[in-house]
Antibody, heavy 116, light 105 residues
Framework: QVQLVESGGGLVKPGGSLRLSCAAS????????MSWIRQAPGKGLEWVSYISSSGSTIYYADSVKGRFTISRDNAKNSLYLQMNSLRAEDTAVYYCARIALGVDYWGQGTLVTVSS | DIQMTQSPSTLSASVGDRVTITCRASQSISSWLAWYQQKPGKAPKLLIY???SLESGVPSRFSGSGSGTEFTLTISSLQPDDFATYYC???????FGPGTKVDIK
């Protein structure tokens, strides 16, 4: 069965960096676009970034452009999100998700807290 | 960027009620719209894709309709498991709507 398992979340100070990872299994990872979606505490869903199956097409939300970098390693069935210059407003649960016709599989999420 | 709105923001209903949620896009997105259900502390679940196609395993009481800029999600007979927050999402630039919370009347 399809599984997406995020790791790397935690507490970081404003201006700091964090790298999230997502281990995928149960499907042919290299066939799918993948994404990171976040949800601040008590708030709605916000699309952060997506990456095409080959990695050649990448999109970022304006709120993270220039600070976050998405990447993937198809040989390792893994998705990554490098987050730099973190701000308090980046505090959220970050979900790794598979894109098909809609987002059809989601990880359990990893909490990132940006606070001094 | 395409903006998404949903109405109502909160909906109080009873088991057995027919429930309709509306989602509007700031410009035409053809049928490139999905609907999700989210319960507290859980990841969202895909219900509907391409505006009206039911995701595998989703009960048939859920249906979606619309195209262009106006879309609806209908639950034909609300069940206890359906009390949750519902989000629409356009997959042109992937923006989500703000959500509609369905709670118990």
């Amino acid at each position: 069965q399809v599984q997406l398992v995020e790791s790397g979340g935690g507490l970081v100070k404003p201006g700091g960096s964090l790298r999230l990872s997502c281990a995928a299994s149960g499907f042919t990872f290299s066939d799918y676009y993948m994404s990171w979606i976040r949800q601040a505490p008590g708030k709605g869903l916000e699309w952060v970034s997506y990456i095409s199956s080959s990695g050649s097409t990448i999109y970022y939300a304006d709120s993270v452009k220039g600070r976050f970098t998405i990447s993937r390693d198809n040989a390792k069935n893994s998705l990554y999100l490098q987050m730099n210059s973190l701000r308090a407003e980046d505090t959220a649960v970050y979900y790794c998700a598979r894109i098909a016709l809609g987002v059809d599989y989601w990880g359990q999420g990893t909490l990132v807290t940006v606070s001094s | 960027d395409i903006q998404m709105t949903q109405s109502p923001s909160t909906l109080s209903a009873s088991v057995g009620d027919r429930v309709t949620i509306t989602c509007r896009a700031s410009q035409s997105i053809s049928s490139w719209l999905a609907w999700y259900q989210q319960k507290p502390g859980k990841a969202p679940k895909l219900l509907i894709y391409k505006a009206s196609s039911l995701e595998s395993g989703v009960p048939s009481r859920f249906s979606g309709s619309g195209s262009g800029t106006e879309f609806t999600l209908t639950i034909s007979s609300l069940q206890p498991d359906d009390f949750a927050t519902y989000y629409c999402q356009q997959y042109n630039s992937y923006t989500f709507g703000p959500g509609t919370k369905v709670d118990i009347k």
